[in-house]
Every structure is written in C-alpha cells, then in structure tokens.
C-alpha cells in the first residue's frame, strides 16, 4: 500500500462528507462513490457488478463504506474487494456470521483487508486498561452512550451507540462479564466506560473527555496493517461484537 493511500468514500451522507474533509486534512486524496442505492427491480448481481466497476474506477487503494447497515452492506463490501481495494465499514455491523466468514473467505483469498471503525479503541488509555487488566478475572464492564441529538439512522440505541461499548469491551477486556449499560437518544450528552470488580470501580473512562486524534489514530493502523496482514478489528472482531450486542438485547 502506498504511504499515503488513496481513499474512495461510498456515501453522500453527512458523515462521509465530514471523512473527506477528516481523510484530506490528514494528508490522503479522496473520491465519491455516491451512487450506492440498489435500483428497483435489479438483480443482485447487476448490482454488485455495477459497484464493483464504480469502486475500481477510483483507482483508490481504500474503499470507506459511509453508509448505514442493511442489505447493501455485504454487497458493497464483495464489491470493493473483488476490486481489489482493502475496506473500512462503520458500525454497527449487523452481517449474518455466514455471510461475513465468506466475506473473510474472499478478503483472504484476495489480500484485502476489512476493518470496523471502532475509533475508541485507538484511545491511550483503552489501551492501558488492555494491558493493566490483561488476564485479571472477575471484572464486571459496565458503560453508558447518550447522544443529545434524536435517532437519523433508523438503528436501535443499543446497536448503533452500544457497539462502541462494547467495541471497547471487546478489544481491551473481552474477559469480563457484562454489566449495567444504558444507551439513548435525545439525552444529554454522555459516554463513559467503567470496569468493577468485587463491588467497587477499580477504573473508568470519559469517552467525552478526550483530546486524542482517534480517527486518524484508525487510518494509520489501518493502513500499517498489510505489512502484518492482520488487523485487530477484522471481521472476525466484528462478529464478537455483534454477538455481544445480540447478548446485550436480551
């Protein structure tokens, strides 16, 4: 992968015009693939083939799938690797567990990567709970995620703000048992994580409270990863959390 990569956005949303401007501002060019709606009546295959020549037309290196979780998903993400292009997904992922191992199946067979955007992860002290608590038994995860603007997505609090919960649970404590964990719409801004153990907190983070260039903390690991050809939030990390999530509804 070249030292700075080229990135193709899927997705006119908000979101992905604030990745442009993220992506840009940290050195990386960047084109639209903004058409992304499956049309009314077309074959799946007509439109996986269709994405597949739009992506490889960017001649980028990077596909970021800007665009909510559904069917379109599983789809664009064959798309972007039969072009041979390494991908970046938005949680939450809600992909069936087959379809996604034959989504690892096809990005192995190709050398492509796909990774979730758990940016919290990359925070420093995400990762010294991962060190301080490695092997430490009996922890209890608890965490809250409010946002003080109303639902835009259509996706359930608990799946769209719970999986960056539990993202974090996942990648720096997966030994601990799940705890309290509230998350909501229109409510005052609010994102903490805490761990406990016997009782008593023995650590806590404001996600809030935070300085850190996560995002582009994100980009740089990504973009390390083919060296190593492994990276922490593959899909098999997104499927840990999606059963996380499916554990945390019930």
Known sequence: MPDAPAYAIVG??????????????????????????????????????????????????????CLPPGPHIPIITEAAITAGLHVIAEKPWLVPPAETQRLINLAQSKQCLVGLHHEYCFLTEVAQWRQRFQGTKGLLFGGTFYLGRGDHTGIPAIENLGSHLLAIREFAVPQSELGLMFCAYERPDQRRVWLEKDGAQVAALDLLAHREPIIQKFVDCFERAPETASFPLDLRFAMRVAAALAAARQ
């Not at 604030?18 to 009314?40: A, P, Y």
Request: overall charge positive; glycine content about 8%.
């Open 12 to 65: 006119r949303g908000r979101w992905a015009q604030r990745m442009h401007v993220i992506l840009q501002e940290h050195g990386r060019q960047t084109s639209s693939v903004g058409e992304t709606r499956r049309e009314s009546g077309e074959p799946e295959d007509h439109y996986r083939s269709r994405m597949t020549s739009a992506l490889a037309a960017t001649k980028a290196q990077i596909a970021w799938l």
